[in-house]
């Protein structure tokens, strides 16, 4: 742990952002086009099994990176997520049927069920606790440059070469994220070297009970996402947008520019506070998106997405942190982000349903995806109770 008058900007720090960039891009950089390929396979109607089966397979694999996180290391465990992109880029052009890509999604999940994970327990050990959320913010605004730039790329690249391309191009994103970490320093003190009963999972290596109630929190302001990934380019080209990244961009941009300064507002003000200002926020975006008639106003809701999301994302791993021990760091986040993948799948699977090939259904996905996150911002008023001793949280 640095000592609390020193930088968080150290080397370290930057190479595990430059990591979690290109990794962000590797897998992202895939999603605004995968759709019209499930289609073209004669596959439309599997579209919501896109990012379900995706979020289906990274939060099985949660509890086994948690795990390993906290014995065998930080480092080890981002490789296993870098290397799973690596190898599916390469094999989304071999396996062409439909049966066959939607088994190389549920593989290609198990790639953010490790690296976020370790990723997280290790900037938490690099970084003092009075500014884990500054640190999550600077990281966070890494992560989403991949992501904000990745689908722009993407599209891009499939409209002047082809598909293929395009994976081979995410599995080279994902091997410069690997050769990244051959020069990261371990940060776990007692780790252990790697044994198979490793991936024996008891009960209690599940779920870090100390953290639910950012979870929960986590869980439904998440199912939003996991509509947007799955619907948003069609209403995006409903209303006239012909880049079907563009969306993913303003709003990941906006989150950027809001991530440099959330991550600081809630060490100095609270988890809490800010938890409820992004919520009212997301539930106003998702309303606006739903009710969006044209490309300008679309990309108007974006923004304010991005401003929501920006503040939500690195004040919910900060308190994530706070709430779990020590030693069961990589636990907790292995938690935090089964909840997350939970939220994503069941948002991507309700709006898949909803939708098949319906443009009248979004409106109705969104109005949706505004209740639920109202219940979120309903909890965080009404029902939980802050712990004592944890002064940050409220």
């Known amino acids: 742990m640095l000592n609390a008058d020193k930088s968080i900007y150290t080397l370290q720090f930057a190479l595990v952002c430059l990591s979690s960039f290109l990794f962000s891009a590797s897998f992202n950089m895939l999603i605004p086009e995968l759709p019209a390929y499930l289609s073209a396979m004669g596959g439309a109607s599997y579209k919501g099994l896109i990012i379900a089966l995706f979020t289906l397979t990274a939060g099985i694999s949660r509890p086994f990176s948690g795990k390993l996180t906290d014995t065998i290391g930080r480092v080890p465990v981002m490789a296993v997520g870098s290397i799973v992109c690596f ?3 390469f094999l989304y052009p071999v396996l062409t049927t439909v049966a066959g890509f939607l088994f190389l999604r549920l593989i290609h999940g198990f790639s953010t069920g490790f690296k976020p994970t370790a990723t997280a327990a290790y900037v938490a050990d690099l970084v003092p606790q009075h500014r884990w959320g500054e640190a999550m913010g600077v990281h966070g605004v890494c992560f989403s440059t991949g992501l904000a730039i990745g689908p722009a790329i993407g599209s891009t690249i499939t409209d002047h070469f082809s598909i293929d391309i395009l994976f081979y191009c995410s599995s080279v994103f994902a091997l410069l994220s690997i050769i990244i970490l051959g020069n990261m320093k371990e940060t776990l003190k007692e780790k252990q070297p790697f044994s198979l009963h490793h991936l024996k999972i008891k009960r209690q290596d599940i ?15 998440y199912v939003s996402y996991g509509a947007i990934l799955t619907v948003i380019g069609d209403w995006s080209n409903h209303l006239g947008t012909s880049n079907k990244g563009l969306f993913f961009m303003v709003f990941t941009l906006t989150s950027l520019l809001i991530r440099f300064v959330a991550g600081k507002a809630s060490d100095q003000y609270g988890r809490l506070l800010i938890l409820k200002i992004s919520l009212g926020l997301l539930a106003v975006s998702l309303l606006w998106i739903g009710v969006a008639g044209s490309s300008f106003s679309l990309m108007a809701a974006s923004a304010l997405y991005g401003i929501a999301t920006g503040m939500l994302s690195p004040t919910a791993n900060a308190w994530t942190i706070d709430l779990s021990d020590p030693h069961h760091r990589g636990k907790a986040m292995a938690t935090m982000y089964i909840a997350l993948e939970a939220g994503i799948g069941l948002g991507a699977l309700l709006a898949g349903w909803l939708f098949v090939d319906d443009i009248s259904a ?28 944890i002064s940050i949280n409220s």
């Open 87 to 89: 190898v599916c880029g």
């Open 207 to 221: 779920i870090e009970w100390k953290v639910i109630p950012a979870t929960i929190i986590i869980l439904l302001s």
């Open 362 to 389: 979004i409106p109705f996905t969104f109005y949706l995806c505004t209740g639920i996150t109202l219940m979120a911002l309903v909890y965080l008023q009404f029902i939980y109770k802050s712990s004592k001793g």
